[in-house]
């Protein structure tokens, strides 16, 4: 079907909560996707900060095919090998001893606020059950997960929204000293904010969550669904900050596409659960692990990938802070590896619109800002292909 077919074919048939480009996607292959047509993009959205190692890389595609060839899906009755052997991977590389397996980011994070509410209550009791997030923050659209969000635009026609989830500016060291109390759970925390743009933490914020949440008895959840798997040139971005979590929550780069969240935890906190109070269907199946097992191992074994990544963050972030010099629309640029967003005095959506048309795909995350989220393996001259045309389409709309 062409373009065309597609979006009639989504207007009659999909419910409408997407605003959609109009472009079609047929196939992928590393930093490149192809549309209906035939048209090849640059893609530094990579399927919302997901596709870490590109489009279908061999490695995935081939643990896929294997997988799906033995064994695609036996609920968590039973014992599957993809399963142990990624948790056991992720616990080998993180501060963490246990995981919950889910199919999402807002799942994961769901995981994450039960795992703390049970464990302050089977510590302190039924008063202990706040979870205590940042404004401009993205958690997820379950009901618990959109109201710890600090954005009114996703909670708005969901009230009553459930209790106990207040908020406090990011990088407010002083809001949050004052909000965690005897009441508080969990301090839930993204180390670089992206779905509210990109805005990275200060190290003596994610010390003062730490610090403050030790001494008041709460515990603290590092929310990395878009920070984690190598996005910021760490496997983990706690580990650029030396401040460690009691809870860590995954997603996006995870799986490399296939739908596979994760919850973390040290074996303290992950005692409280116990048989019966969570669960997932399909969450944590082998054909999921299988994929996110080979993304690790790609990770893991082709350590210049989290180098790579660290030094072409740099050098985008050089490239848009020059471009910053020259065009004083550029009012911020900032990031950590290759999460990266700028803000601009013109309306971003236009600029995602002229860049798309140019062959290049990103994503505004409010009227000001664009982001950039390429896949890791991004080489130094699409990186400057994508500056050179941002600068063009910016003095084109001037
Ligand atoms: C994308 C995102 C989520 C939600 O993940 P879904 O898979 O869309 O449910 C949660 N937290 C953060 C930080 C995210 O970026």
Redesign the pocket.
Known sequence: MLTEELMQGAQKYLMDTYTRYPLALARGQGTRVYDVEGREYLDFLAG?AVNVLGHCHPKVTQALQQQALRLVHTSNLFYTEPQVKLARTLADHSFADKVFFSN????A?EAAIKLARRWAHTKDGAGRFEIVSMLNS????TLATLTATGQEKVQQGFEPLPEGFPHVPFNDVDALASAVSAKTAAVLV?PVQ??GGVRVATPAFLQACRDITKERGALLIF?E??TGIGRTGRLFAYEHFGVIPDIMTL??GLGCGMPI?ACLATDEVATVFTPGSHGSTLGGNPLACAAALAVLEVILEDMDILGHCTEMGEYFMKGLKDLQGRCPVITDVQGLGLMIGIEVTMDARELVHDLRKRGILINATSERKLRFVPPLIVTHAEIDRVVTTLGDVIEARR
């Open positions: 919302v999402s980011g807002a799942e994070n993205f958690h997820g659209r993204e992206g779905e929310d669904v878009q997603a996006k969240g």
